[in-house]
């Protein structure tokens, strides 16, 4: 893979000794696009931000049963990188609150959506109907007539 040779041939990586603890710039965009290379085959990429960080957790923990499926093997690196992108990019929940396995039940999404009233439930499926750059991971852009 392309980005993985360059990767760890940058220095800030390999001094890192392949554990990503750094939210430099670097890294979060080599995350990001790992995130989109790794996790938009079957559906859009999710943004982050609509499931606490616990759920992405999971997630990433649980390659062998994902909703069903098992998702291919992806080695070390790139898994750190992805990880690093998505804690950085999403906000726990407090202690005690139940992890939401779907999007439908997390109140991130809620959040994002003061007084927008949003299909229910609300899916990975349900996005582009108001945001059009889902492929790209650009949820600022909205659909003309997303009301
Ligand atoms: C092999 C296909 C496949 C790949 C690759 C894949 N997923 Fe999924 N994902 C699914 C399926 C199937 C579901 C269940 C939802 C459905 O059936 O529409 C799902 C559901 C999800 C959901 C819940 C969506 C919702 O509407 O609540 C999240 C979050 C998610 N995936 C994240 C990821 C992440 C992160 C990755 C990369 C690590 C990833 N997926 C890669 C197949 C895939
Ligand atoms: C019915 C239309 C609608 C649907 C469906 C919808 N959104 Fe949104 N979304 C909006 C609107 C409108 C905003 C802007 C809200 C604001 O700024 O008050 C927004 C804002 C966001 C933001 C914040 C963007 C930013 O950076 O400021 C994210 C992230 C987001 N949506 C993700 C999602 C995801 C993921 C889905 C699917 C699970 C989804 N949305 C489904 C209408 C929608």
Known sequence: MGLLSWVIGTKSVSALGYTIAQF????????????????????????????????????????????????PKTNNLTNQLIWNYLRFSSRPYLQGEKTPEYITNSRYLKALHPQISLPKPTTHQSCALCHPGTAKLDYRTLSEDWQ
């Open 24 to 71: 430099n710039p670097e890294n979060l965009n080599l995350g990001k696009q790992l995130y989109l290379e790794d996790c938009s085959g079957c559906h859009i990429p999710i943004a982050p931000q609509v499931l606490p960080t616990n759920s992405w957790q999971n997630i990433l923990n649980n390659r062998r049963n994902h909703y069903g499926e098992s998702l």
